[in-house]
């Protein structure tokens, strides 16, 4: 494949690349911090706005909804308007949704800021970080630069925990978006410092945005509330849609819309109209392989980050602070084996890196599984922590550069869209399988051990049959306890209930890490499609 066509105002010529990189990386950052922030402060902010966990669950899926359907069309309108222009514009709408977080009197409000306002400015932004990092960063040197912004944005999730859990506990969460304010005006006091492509000659072609906006969000939105509604039977006091749970209309409907969209596409190409993208873009073997593994790395990351912590908070009861401190060992080998890789090997076979980078993940999985017994302490994560934060790194090293490069310069908007449809489509996954594979084990573990379990009462048998029909929550002991005693079961039952709820938790932990890490054998499979020679190299002319 040929390198892409170089661009008179990029990079080589242009002084200040660093200094741009460090500004991206704080976007990219500044993106994923929200998500891993409010899972730490969640019963803090529903009590601070009046309203109940399960309402602060669902902005944080309509977050993910609305960057996840306006990925693709937040990197058209940057190829149309300018990719520094709609980063800029799209910093503006996140910052005024940070603020508006930040005053939040409840949870409509809440909505509004960050589900809508600042689900809205990442769709402009993140696609766009993608084209502004081939446009100011000179070529052999950007394998580096993708692992950079990648890692900026998986230490995101790792800092999140600390940083919410400090400012919850010992301020207020409120601060975090009036921080994120400040940071979203220092990055637009250095927009000017960037080089920009010009702005492509065309319109955005709204049907085709409507289509992929709605069948995205309707896949999305339908994963994401599969775990409580259920993925095909409805779930008891779920709603339900000609005798099935709508999760499947939904991922039906959305399915059907993304067939219209591509032959919409198609109509629009035959016609000499410019389409949403070029659906041709996903018969190139190298980006499609790029966006496997984008989709199968997040897949698999948002497993782990969904099951570790609940390891750490709820069986281990730990604080926040805890948690998060636990999660530290992957956030420093994540960005030294990103930063690490291009530096060391730049001309690296990406195929051979991300596959070492798979088996490193695979083991640090297998081990968490390993790890899940009852006696098991926080130290059991240290270690899976720095495989999985290797495996991750080697990954962030390799994917950008790799779709990038995978098609000219000119259409690298485009490919920041895909790729970020990719990760949040993949995140949404395996936060979703993964859920409901925990809650299913855990779920049938406790009814099975109850039932079974000649301590318990048989009035307490029949009562949690009835009550736990519709899933078991995942508490702790102290939690469990408490709940028990409301109910009017204590003594040597609630000892049984709760040893056998213990027992539970460590099973369905067990499953799920063992589910993740087919997953991530899974993703093996999808390296076949990555190239063998690095694009540093396949850009630079053989020695003689």
Known sequence: MSPPPNNPSAPSTRSGSGLVLAVLCAGQFLMTLDSSVMNVSM????????????GIQTAITLYTLVMASLMITGGKIGAIGGRRRVFGIGLIIYGVGSFVTGLAPNLGVLLLGWSLLEGIGAALIMPAIVSLVAANIPAERRNAAYGLVAAAGAAAVAVGPILGGAVTTYASWRLVFFGEVVVVVLIMLLLRRMADSPPEQARLDVVGSILSVGGLGMIVYGVLRSSEWGWIQNRPGAPAVFGLSPVVWLLLGGMLLLYLLREWLAARIRNAREPLFDPDLLRNRQLTGGLGMFFAQFCVQAGVFFAVPLFLSVVLQLSALGTGARLLPLSVALIATAVGIPKLAPRASPRRVVRWGLVSMIIGILLLAAGMDPGANAAVVALPMLLMGAGLGALAAQLGAVTVSAVPESRS???????NTAMY??????????GSVLIATLTSSVAAGIENNPQVPAAVQQQAATELADGVPFLSDTQLREELGAAGVTGPAADAVISVNSDARLNALQTTFA???????AALLVTRRLPVRSPAAAASPAPP
């Open 43 to 54: 019963a803090t902010v529903a009590q601070d706005l009046g309203t109940t966990i399960t």
């Open 413 to 419: 908007a485009e490919v920041g869209g895909l790729q």
């Open 425 to 434: 489509l993949g995140a949404s996954l395996g936060t979703a399988l993964i």
């Open 515 to 521: 589910v993740t890490a087919l997953l991530a054998v």
